[in-house]
C-alpha cells in the first residue's frame, strides 16, 4: 500500500484546514486508518483513529474540533482540523492497518500561528 498525504500548510489560529491521505495498491486489505502528529522535540502521538466501519477515536486535546472520515471508494482518508490552536502544530501521518501490516505517509506539515 502506497500512501500520499496533502493539504498541509500555514495558517492562522482559529483557522481550518483538511488533510488528506490517499492510498493506492493492495487497498482491498486496509481494515482501520488513522492520524497521528508529531511535534518538534515530541513523541508522535495519535489524533484520530476511524475504523473499517466507520466507529472514530479522537485524542481528547482535539476533541469537537478535528473530524476524521475517508471514502472507501476513493481509498482516501480526510482529517477536518477546524478551530485550530498554535498548540496544533505538528508534522501529520496518516497511517494505514491492513490484515498484515502498517503503513505510514511520509507526513506533512502544519503549523498555526498565533
Known amino acids: 500500500v502506497q500512501l500520499v498525504e496533502s493539504g498541509g500548510g500555514l495558517v492562522q489560529a482559529g483557522g481550518s484546514l483538511r488533510l488528506s491521505c490517499a492510498a493506492s495498491?493492495?487497498?482491498?486489505?486496509?481494515?482501520?486508518m488513522a492520524w497521528y502528529r508529531q511535534a518538534l522535540g515530541k513523541q508522535r502521538e495519535l489524533v484520530a483513529l476511524?475504523?473499517?466501519?466507520?466507529?472514530?477515536n479522537y485524542a481528547d486535546s482535539v476533541k469537537g474540533r478535528f473530524a476524521i472520515s475517508r471514502d472507501d471508494v476513493e481509498n482516501t482518508m480526510y482529517l477536518q482540523m477546524n478551530s485550530l490552536k498554535p498548540e496544533d502544530t505538528a508534522v501529520y501521518y496518516c497511517?494505514?492497518?491492513?490484515?498484515?501490516?502498517?503503513?505510514w505517509g511520509q507526513g506533512t506539515q502544519v503549523t498555526v500561528s498565533s
Open positions: 495498491g493492495s487497498t482491498y486489505s486496509i481494515n482501520a
Open positions: 497511517r494505514i492497518f491492513t490484515t498484515s501490516y502498517a503503513y
Open positions: 476511524i475504523n473499517s466501519g466507520g466507529s472514530t
